[in-house]
């Protein structure tokens, strides 16, 4: 078994669809995947076929039910995707992929666990996640470097399978290691996660190389053989020092020796395979998997588990591929989306797409996948290609960072009907259609909007945004602040007061519960209140909405208001909102370059808190 110097376009299409096949079949059985019906509707039949599900989705306050069409995919293939793009960045893909993929893909991400999300916020806010950012401690992430440092969950091995593909002509591993560890400390921090995802790209790198029929047990014999990922020495030689002295703060352990204990975890699981595979017909596929934590809800989305337990089942299906599919996407109490989606990935490298039958055509987005697994065939191939591939993006449209203040755009002009403006993601995709629909989603009134577009890579995205009746949509334009010349001639907002509003007029159906927020979080002073109205300072009027008019108000009845309030105390603003009920925060950005918060009133009403 040796590198060849192109890589078999069917086998490396294998991998990406497989993948993709994988994570859409598994998802609607996976424990998190907020199934309406839960259990009931999770114990299905396993059949090679997609099928229409409900999910509930949304926040605590705003549930709403999502129907997921048959063949569409989760996170795990939007981020695979994401990565492949950034593969095709050549030497440049881990600055695209952190400062252009992730801050992007909080758009239209679905079904992301906690972590990765956090990750992908620290990058859009301008810093890795193992730096602690401003305004980065809530209430909800009170450690927001300790959480990056215990995420060891599969989120980095689900989608490291690109950097296989563009590094197989490499006679060592040492550049595809290098290339996952890099990837794998964007989102999460803890060994398991980033062992778990070397195990699974040599297992697909071991498979894709494999001349002819995968012998019985050979792929769990090489990883246990292989002494590369053992080696703790890899972390000092890939990953950058700011990297290491942060994890040693925050396990007050060294890198190195925390390492070798999830190598030492692994190796374990690796001989639990081992030795189920000895007994060949005998063995005892559900107690195996059970052995190695894929039933125990409380580890089993470790990368090491996922990892270990899809090259084991890879390896007991590798002639019956379509068995394995169907026995890692239908496991109970597992997490059936990841694992079957790197399951895939594996057998998808030894035997091509043909043993997916209907369902790589049937798959969501099945061109884009095609389009993208040529590309980076072409990375390997490219001296031998025949042709030159068209640019993915346009020239002018590349992008070298997306921070929240695109994103943030972005999501004004999808939500606010403004096609005009959406002429390419923030990522610099252009967009070729656009559909908005509304629709109210339960009994209380709540109103969801949902924009389905599709990108020049032919990929569907889906973004969806909550209202509750009475409230307004996301304004669309920001009103004009007085500016005074720093050194240099840059402007900026000159606030010469602890808190002033720029716009004014709101009526509220709660006098009281709005005088609350608008004094007790944002500082504001109550000049005079009286029994329909509170007058606050710089002439902001709080007016009480008779009985009678409420029912009839609309959320888009004051559709481009925004108000923007400047604070002195923009930290403390920031901790009473994120702490209140009261108030939804939609975005945060809280750098030494700008600090700007964006959130809803208790009436809805939007606004927009600089701080001085």
């Given amino acids: 078994?040796?590198?060849?110097?192109?890589?078999?376009?069917?086998?490396?299409?294998?991998?990406?669809?497989?993948a993709a096949v994988g994570d859409a079949l598994g998802w609607p059985q996976e424990l998190r995947s907020s199934i309406v019906g839960g259990q009931r509707a999770r114990n299905v039949p396993p059949a090679p076929q997609f099928r229409q599900w409900e999910r509930n989705s949304g926040t605590q306050f705003a549930r709403y039910q999502e129907t997921v069409a048959a063949g569409e995919y989760s996170d795990d293939t939007q981020l695979l995707l994401a990565v492949a793009r950034s593969c095709l960045r050549r030497s440049e893909w881990l600055t695209y992929l952190t400062q252009v993929e992730l801050p992007t893909w909080l758009l239209y991400q679905r079904g992301a666990g906690r972590a990765v999300l956090a990750?992908?916020?620290?990058?859009?806010?301008?810093?890795?996640?193992?730096?602690?950012?401003?305004?980065?401690?809530t209430h909800r992430a009170k450690d927001p470097v300790g959480t990056y440092f215990n995420a060891g969950a599969n989120g980095a091995a689900m989608r490291i399978a690109p950097h296989v593909i563009v590094t197989v002509s490499d006679v060592s591993t040492a550049e595809l290691l290098h290339r996952v560890l890099l990837d794998g400390i964007a989102t999460h921090g803890h060994p398991r996660a980033l062992v778990g995802a070397v195990i699974h790209a040599l297992s697909i790198r071991h498979a894709l190389l494999q001349q002819g029929t995968l012998e019985y047990g050979g792929l769990i014999d090489s990883l246990l053989s292989d002494q590369s990922w053992q080696n703790s020495d890899l972390l000092h030689d890939a990953l950058p020092s700011d990297w290491l002295q942060a994890f040693e703060q925050a396990h007050r352990q060294s890198p190195k020796a925390a390492w070798a204990v999830a190598a030492h975890e692994t190796l374990e699981l690796l001989q639990i395979a081992h030795h189920s595979l000895e007994r060949a017909a005998l063995a005892n596929d559900e107690h195996t998997l059970s052995l190695l934590g894929a039933f125990d809800k409380t580890r089993n989305g470790a990368g090491t588990i996922t990892a270990v337990a899809a090259a084991y089942i890879a390896t007991r299906a590798a002639a019956r591929p379509i068995t394995g599919l169907l026995r890692s996407a239908f496991l109970a109490s597992a997490d059936t989306d990841t694992l079957a989606s790197m399951t895939a990935s594996v057998l998808g490298a030894i035997h091509g797409t043909a043993w997916l039958g209907p369902l790589a055509r049937d798959v969501q987005d099945a061109q884009c996948l095609r389009d993208i697994t040529a590309r980076l065939a072409?990375?390997?191939?490219?001296?031998?290609?025949?042709?030159?591939?068209?640019?993915?993006?346009?020239?002018a449209n590349i992008r070298t960072s997306v921070g929240t203040k695109e994103i943030e755009h972005f999501r004004s002009a999808a939500f606010g009907g403004q096609s005009d403006a959406l002429r390419c993601l923030p990522d610099g995709r252009e967009i070729t259609s656009y559909e908005q629909d509304r629709r109210q989603a339960n009994k209380s009134g709540l109103i969801v909007t949902r924009v389905r577009l599709t990108t020049s890579d032919r990929q569907t995205l889906i973004l969806h945004k909550t209202y509750k009746t009475g409230s307004v949509e996301e304004g669309r334009s920001f009103p004009q602040v007085a500016t005074t010349e720093k050194p240099g001639g840059e402007r900026y907002p000159d606030y010469t007061t602890q808190a002033?509003?720029?716009?004014?007029?709101?009526?509220?159906?709660?006098?009281?519960?709005?005088?609350?927020?608008?004094?007790?979080?944002?500082?504001?002073?109550?000049?005079?209140?009286?029994?329909?109205?509170?007058?606050?300072?710089?002439?902001?009027?709080?007016?009480?909405?008779?009985?009678?008019?409420?029912?009839?108000?609309?959320?888009?009845?004051?559709?481009?208001l925004l108000i923007t309030i400047a604070v002195h105390d923009f930290g403390e603003v920031v901790r009473r909102a994120t702490n209140s009920d009261l108030s939804e925060i939609l975005s945060l950005e809280n750098t030494a370059q700008q600090r700007q918060m964006r959130l809803r009133d208790p009436d809805g009403h939007n606004l927009m808190i600089i701080g001085r």
Avoid: C
């Fill in 1 to 18: 078994m040796t590198p060849s110097d192109t890589v078999s376009a069917d086998r490396a299409l294998g991998i990406i669809v497989g």
């Fill in 119 to 137: 990750a992908a916020r620290a990058w859009a806010n301008g810093h890795a996640p193992w730096i602690e950012g401003d305004g980065s401690r």
């Fill in 378 to 395: 072409a990375v390997v191939n490219e001296r031998t290609a025949t042709h030159q591939q068209a640019p993915l993006f346009h020239a």
């Fill in 500 to 560: 002033s509003v720029l716009e004014i007029k709101l009526r509220v159906s709660d006098l009281e519960k709005a005088v609350h927020f608008y004094r007790d979080i944002l500082n504001l002073r109550v000049e005079r209140f009286a029994e329909n109205a509170a007058r606050l300072d710089n002439g902001l009027t709080l007016m009480q909405l008779p009985r009678q008019e409420q029912h009839k108000r609309t959320f888009w009845q004051t559709g481009d």
